[in-house]
């Protein structure tokens, strides 16, 4: 079983609409979570943290939930930037201060 | 944020030769980096974590003799992909983080390294 684990999609999103995703973790040690956000081509970039009571930026909302050992983002009112694959990032556990990436989950807004 | 600049952006090869890629802390001291490598469709994979006036320690499976990793300094790292061959074409990307790598990482733009 993968450390880090997400559907790949693609998500197709019709503009506007919400979508939300998750990322399952198997260490149960993992101290950091974050989602990135990574363009075709690009180096990711941090989209933002997750902590333990959820957080919200925006239109972005994170959720962790420590017990069934997954995060989630939701991307609310969608826009055709959010086009992007998004990876759940972990920090912790067994690959120690390293982090450890998923495989990035694909979302693609259309008008 | 920190910025992390990684350079050449793109680098075209030949087969047998080698390259090197820069990766510079602009605004902070980073006695760690990662190196990662992101072949298409695929999620980023740790090469090697390299630590400032020591050795690198590299990822099960890949060659120290191949990715040479020298982390002279605080704000340099560079990774020289020697005797290049066409399964090297990849997205090399760089990172750092904050001085007790306990927060977010920040990453360079990415080289992306085509061997012919």
């Known amino acids: 079983r993968k450390e880090v684990e997400q559907d790949p999609g693609p998500f197709n999103v019709p503009e506007g609409a919400t979508v939300a995703f998750n990322c399952t973790y198997s260490n149960s040690a993992s101290q950091s979570f974050f989602w990135y956000r990574q363009d075709c081509r690009k180096e990711p970039k941090l989209l933002m943290s997750?902590?333990?009571s959820g957080n919200e930026d925006g239109r972005f909302t994170a959720q962790l939930n420590r017990a069934s050992q997954y995060i989630s983002l939701l991307i609310r009112d969608s826009k055709l930037s959010d086009s992007a694959t998004y990876l759940c990032?972990?920090?912790?556990?067994?690959?120690?201060?390293?982090?450890?990436f998923g495989g990035g989950t694909r979302v693609l807004v259309k008008p | 944020g920190a910025v992390v600049s990684q350079h050449p952006s793109w680098v075209i090869c030949k087969s047998g030769t080698s390259v090197k890629i820069e990766c510079r802390s602009l605004?902070?001291?980073?006695?760690?980096m990662f190196w990662y490598r992101q072949f298409p469709k695929q999620s980023l994979m740790l090469m090697a974590t390299s630590n400032e006036g020591s050795k690198a320690t590299y990822e099960q499976g890949v060659e120290k003799d191949k990715f040479l990793i020298n982390h002279a300094s605080l704000t340099l790292s560079t990774l020289t992909v020697t005797s290049a061959h066409p399964e090297d074409s990849s997205f090399y990307i760089c990172s750092g983080g904050g001085p007790l790598g306990n927060t977010e990482a920040f990453f360079g733009q990415g080289t992306r390294l085509t061997v012919v």
């Open positions: 605004d902070f001291q980073a006695t760690t």
């Open positions: 997750v902590y333990s």
């Open positions: 990032v972990i920090r912790g556990g067994a690959a120690g201060n390293k982090l450890t």
